[in-house]
């Protein structure tokens, strides 16, 4: 009796955390149905055969992909990383997305640079890109300063760049009023980055996004349906008490 307890008390976790993990990302994204925006020259995206990756291989001006499909209410989740040592600049994400003159950017740099006398800063950027905005030069988004660029939030520092050659998972909720943004992998674990509520937002294409930045992979992205707490990440230290007091649950059981 009291081995079959423990026995079933562990099958039921498992089983708790893989139907969670089933229903949370129901819908896998196929790349195969995505177009480029922005500059034809500025970007070179390669959709694999099975729609699952893409990677961007120039290091130029701003270039885009995006879905077809518009989103509201959703949370996405997927992987992408710098496949190489060489450059250190933007990669990122864009979302309801209504064409090069209305969207949201989240965007990472590696290292902090001045360029043409711009300082583009080390760390993360949420920016809303409206009317008159540059999107097709440096000028605007290398500093993300300039007519139609409004800055929602930033998160920089010496320890806040992505790492060479490191996969990381990103996590998105897009609601009518809120942008949940967590960065997972190398030195950042489930970390939340943005989180930003009060907002009005709009249905819009959900896509990627480099700027002077080549040899950029994203890879198994998934949307569904928001439920509570859309985009938000777990606190390490949230799931790691949770688990310890299963244990200790089952271990004081198991004792009587
Ligand atoms: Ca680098
Ligand atoms: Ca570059």
């Known amino acids: ?3 079959n307890f423990l026995k079933t008390t562990v099958a ?3 089983l708790s955390a893989s139907t969670l993990a089933t229903q949370a990302y129901a819908g896998s994204i196929d790349l195969n149905s995505w177009s480029q925006q922005g500059h034809a020259a500025n970007g070179n995206w390669t959709v694999a055969p099975d729609g699952s990756s893409v990677v961007q291989s120039i290091n130029g ?10 989103f509201i209410n959703k949370e996405f989740t997927g992987s992408f990383g710098v496949e190489t040592t060489d450059d250190n600049d933007f990669v990122g994400f864009v979302f309801g997305y209504n064409g090069l003159d209305d ?5 990472w740099k590696q290292g902090t640079q001045t360029y043409n006398g711009q300082v583009g800063y080390e760390g993360f950027t949420l920016s809303k890109i409206s009317a008159g905005a540059d ?14 660029v ?3 939030d930033t998160d920089y520092g010496n320890d806040r760049g992505w790492a060479d050659n490191t996969v990381y998972e990103f996590t998105l909720g897009y609601t009518d009023t809120e942008i949940n943004i967590g960065i997972n992998g190398g030195d950042f674990v489930n970390e939340q980055i943005f989180s930003i509520s009060g907002l009005d937002n709009q249905a819009g294409h959900f896509g990627f996004y480099n700027m002077s930045q080549a040899t950029v992979r994203y890879s198994g992205f998934e949307e569904d349906t928001c439920t509570e707490n859309c985009g938000t990440v777990p606190e390490p230290s949230t799931l790691a008490i949770f688990a310890l007091s299963l244990i200790g649950i089952g271990a004081r059981r198991f004792k009587k």
Do not use: A, Q, R
């Not at 701003?62 to 077809?68: A, K, L």
């Open 1 to 3: 009796m009291k081995s």
């Open 103 to 107: 969207f949201y950017l989240f965007d």
């Open 61 to 70: 001006n701003p270039t885009f992909f995006v879905s077809p499909e518009s």
């Open 12 to 14: 039921g976790i498992i």
């Open 135 to 148: 999107v097709t030069s440096l000028n605007s988004l290398w500093d993300h300063n300039g007519t139609g």
């Open 150 to 152: 409004t800055v929602l």
